[in-house]
Structures are given as structure tokens and as C-alpha cells.
């Protein structure tokens, strides 16, 4: 039985509190803070700290002032609330607190609100290295301290706005079999470009010197952080829309292929071209192949047109 002193714990898979709150569907939560236990603390702590060497290396100017403008505890898991406090009186973003998968539309309509939806379990400490699933260090370590600078902030939102056109783009179209094809292909080439930019993207480093991480999947892995920007066995080229669009990708292991951004005035930029594509049709017959779009996925962008109609 579960006491007070030995909480059930938000362990990734293995927490009641979130299979509760997914079987009732109750997909927006609050964070039971009471919950962490230790174990869950311990892996915050090893995980923070043996990134920190590696930020100082590797990531983004803007990454770094966004750790200090938060001023995360590296010593345990941290309340969305505390980083909320920080967070929104520099971009207006918020953390919101999730109990699982968001469907694309939905995930993309927070951003355009700025909130950003946060996965409130940690990883296993037996499993600190590889995980499928996002936790809240991925979360509020990788993608939150970029959330608190203005330009990157700007280009999220208007990502988010970028997905409330395809959905509205997609209702015109009369033929439902070609309304659900037409919005898959536009959908790969969103999350394409998310996943190139905001999940893995790199940065010229300050004075046009040098590659830096700003991708959240690259700022949260200890080892990825390092062979994204050292290893010879990967591929960096300086971003290219029509590129981005059409490459496919797979999530299970180090990326092979990245794509380098100037700035995030640049990547704001590019926001506003990926939708000048999608009204002209240059997004309906991206590649096919990953990622394919669940079902759940495309259902999330044909209601929020039908409701936006
Ligand atoms: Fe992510």
C-alpha cells in the first residue's frame, strides 16, 4: 500500500496517477507535486547535472540564458508553477501540465496560445540514456529555457498558426478522399520541419562561428548532444525548406542528417514560408514515408477545421 512516506512516484509507464487521469480522459492535468519520490528526484539531479559540461559546450547562447532566466533547481524535479513564474513574463509562455500523447492539431494550437504541453513524468534512474517517450526532462529541460527567449518564442507561435491554416486550408476541399490526402501530405511536412527545426535543429554559433544545439531532443541527450556537433558521421547542411519537407526521419537512434539555421529570425522566417508553400500547394505531394500520421493525428486537424468553418 502506498504511504506518505513512499509515494507511488511519477515514474514514465509505471505511474498510477497517470493511467488514472488518461482512463477517466483527462488529457490537461495537474502537476501532484507530492507525488515525485526520491527515486524520481535522484534521476533529476543525475540527469541535470551531467549535461550541464555539455550545455556550456555545446548549446545555444540562447539556451543558456534561458537556463539562467529560469533559475531550474538541478537538485529536483521542478514545479511547472515556479517555471511558469519565470517563463511568462518574458515570452507570455506557460508550461501546461499533460497526461500523455497530445494530438498534432491540438499540440500545435497550445503553441499558437502559448502554452507548451509538458509531460510531468521522469524517466526511470536505471534508464537515463535512451527513451522513447518525452519526460519532463526532455520537457523543461530541452525545449522550456528556449521558450524564454523572444525570437524563438515568436517563430513557435506562428508555427502553431501555421497549423490552423492547414486546417482551415484542408475544409475547402470538397472531395473527402482527397481532403484526408491532401492534409496527410501537409501534415508530414509540418512535422518534418518541426522535427528538423525545433526537436533537432542546430544554430550557427555567435559570429557566424562554429555549430551550436537548439533542438530540444539534441539539448536533453547526453550523448547526442555531443555527437550531433562532433561526430563526422553526421551530415549538417544549412537549412533548405524544399529539403526539410521532404526528408524522412526515424526516432529511434542519432540523427544521420541535420539542418543549421542562422538565427531564430531566420527560422521565423522560414515559419512564414513553409505557410506561403502550403496556400500555393507546394506541400500536397511531399515524400512519402515517416513520419505516418496516426489517425488520431489527422481526426485533430479535420475537427478543428470543421469547428473553425
Ligand atoms: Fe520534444
Not at 182 to 201: D, H, M, N, P, V
Request: aromatic share 12%; proline share 6%; hydrophobic share 40%.
Amino acid at each position: 500500500m502506498a504511504t506518505a512516506t513512499a509515494p507511488a512516484g511519477l515514474t514514465t509507464t509505471k505511474a498510477p496517477f497517470i493511467e488514472q487521469a488518461q482512463a477517466k480522459g483527462e488529457l490537461y492535468i495537474t502537476q501532484p507535486y507530492e507525488l515525485y519520490n526520491e527515486d524520481n528526484h535522484e534521476a533529476w539531479r543525475r540527469l541535470y547535472d551531467r549535461m550541464v559540461p555539455r550545455w556550456e559546450k555545446y548549446a545555444n547562447p540562447h539556451f543558456l540564458k534561458g537556463l539562467e532566466n529560469l533559475s531550474l533547481d538541478a537538485t529536483k524535479v521542478p514545479r511547472l508553477a515556479d517555471v511558469n513564474k519565470f517563463m511568462a513574463p518574458l515570452t507570455g509562455f506557460r508550461a501546461k501540465a499533460v497526461s500523455g500523447y497530445v494530438p498534432a492539431y491540438l499540440f500545435f494550437d497550445c503553441l499558437r496560445n502559448r502554452e507548451f504541453p509538458t509531460t510531468i513524468t521522469i524517466r526511470d534512474r536505471a534508464t537515463l540514456d535512451y527513451l522513447p517517450e518525452p519526460d519532463i526532462f526532455h520537457d523543461i529541460a530541452g525545449h522550456v529555457p528556449m521558450h524564454t527567449d523572444k525570437a524563438f518564442a515568436e517563430a513557435l507561435v506562428r508555427f502553431g498558426e501555421c497549423a490552423r491554416t492547414a486546417a482551415e486550408l484542408v475544409t475547402g476541399i470538397q472531395d473527402d478522399k482527397e481532403r484526408v490526402r491532401r492534409l496527410i501530405s501537409i501534415q508530414k511536412a509540418l512535422a518534418r520541419f518541426f522535427w528538423f527545426t525545433i526537436e533537432f535543429g542546430l544554430m550557427r554559433g555567435p559570429g557566424g562561428k562554429g555549430i551550436k544545439a537548439y533542438g530540444s531532443g539534441l539539448l536533453s541527450s547526453f550523448g547526442e548532444i555531443e555527437h550531433c556537433i562532433e561526430s563526422p558521421l553526421v551530415q549538417r547542411y544549412p537549412v533548405q525548406l524544399e529539403w526539410v519537407v521532404n526528408q524522412y526521419f526515424e526516432i529511434d537512434h542519432y540523427q544521420p542528417l541535420l539542418f543549421i539555421v542562422d538565427s531564430f529570425d531566420h527560422l521565423f522566417h522560414l515559419v512564414g514560408e513553409l505557410e506561403q508553400w502550403m496556400k500555393e500547394g507546394k506541400l500536397d505531394n511531399v515524400s512519402p514515408g515517416e513520419p505516418e500520421m496516426s489517425e488520431t493525428d489527422v481526426q485533430s486537424f479535420l475537427e478543428a477545421g470543421v469547428k473553425g468553418a
